[in-house]
């Protein structure tokens, strides 16, 4: 075997396990994040409800709600879906309602976008937390929640029951 070909066997190894262990904890992390600054969010709306209202009548532009609704709405929402985006259950489809959210709520509020909505979308400066956050969020959307998530969790519970149902599955005995 060529010193080369040693190399390459090398590397692809390493950066196998590297992947296969590093992925899943990016991936929590990542949803942790991102669940933890909406459910933050939450927090504050519901802390001051009157304050609330407040911005979503004078400041949120939401289209097509009554600000009272977009309010509690809005509110509901950050208190809610962050659980099933942090603990990855049913990660996919709740990454990407948090992802249509994310982008509803910073093209809602112009104060965060002061030079125009395209030069802040194309400078690193422009809303910057809620494209990192639409960035760790279609990451979620694109590859899953992960190993370390409750939909693996049940994934791995469904197989493990379906192959004790048809009697391929087998407990080891000491």
Avoid at 74 to 80: A, Y
């Amino acid at each position: 075997m060529s010193m080369i070909s040693h190399i390459n066997g090398c590397y692809t190894r390493a950066t196998g396990e590297l992947a296969r262990w590093l992925g899943p904890v990016t991936l929590l992390c990542m949803r942790v994040w991102v669940a933890q600054a909406f459910w933050q969010a939450g927090l504050v709306k519901i802390a001051d409800p009157m304050g609330t209202r407040f911005l979503f009548e004078n400041m949120y532009h939401v289209p097509l709600l009554a600000p009272d609704f977009a309010a509690s709405l809005g509110t509901w929402i950050e208190l809610v879906v962050p659980w099933f985006v942090g603990m990855g259950l049913f990660g996919r489809p709740f990454a990407l309602f948090l992802f249509v959210y994310n982008i509803i709520a910073f093209t809602s509020f112009p104060a965060l976008w002061p030079h125009g909505f395209w030069h802040g979308l194309f400078n690193a400066t422009g809303f910057a937390d809620h494209k990192v956050w639409g960035l760790m969020l279609m990451a979620v959307v694109a590859w899953g929640p992960g190993r370390l998530s409750l939909d693996a969790l049940a994934r791995f519970a469904w197989r493990r029951g379906r192959q004790a149902a048809r009697g391929t599955w087998t407990t080891r005995r000491c």
